[in-house]
Nanobody
Framework: QVQLVESGGGLVQAGGSLRLSCAAS????????MGWFRQAPGKESELVAA????????YYEDSVQGRFTISRDNAKNTGNLQMNSLKPEDTAVYYC???????????????????WGQGTQVTVSS
């Protein structure tokens, strides 16, 4: 059983940076693709970044490409999302998730992810 806990959210001014972390329990975390999603008020959840089991392959949603970096440290059972040049439109609750049924490759569809954290709020002021 895998459980995920996010941390690192907060309030930041536009142009600033935040680093989100996702701490995973369970010894099989290192076999699962991982993703970071966000949901803004009144909007649907969207995948912003995803990474394969080893960290060697990544995906970014167009609006965060070049500003966000996803990474993972399987030895520490953690995943991270470094967010730079933040914009007010990045304001949302951010969730990490893993896709236990799709061992290995990057997953870019929401339905592939079956274990989610509780979320962490990111607020970017203008």
């Amino acid at each position: 059983q895998v459980q995920l806990v996010e941390s690192g959210g907060g309030l930041v001014q536009a142009g600033g940076s935040l680093r989100l972390s996702c701490a995973a329990s369970g010894r099989t975390f290192n076999t699962y693709p991982m993703g970071w999603f966000r949901q803004a008020p009144g909007k649907e959840s969207e995948l912003v970044a995803a990474i394969n089991w080893s960290g060697g392959s990544t995906y970014y949603e167009d609006s965060v490409q070049g500003r966000f970096t996803i990474s993972r440290d399987n030895a520490k059972n953690t995943g991270n999302l470094q967010m730079n040049s933040l914009k007010p439109e990045d304001t949302a609750v951010y969730y990490c998730a893993v896709a236990r049924l799709y061992a290995g490759a990057v997953q870019v569809t929401t339905t592939a992810y079956d274990v989610w954290g509780q979320g962490t709020q990111v607020t970017v002021s203008s």
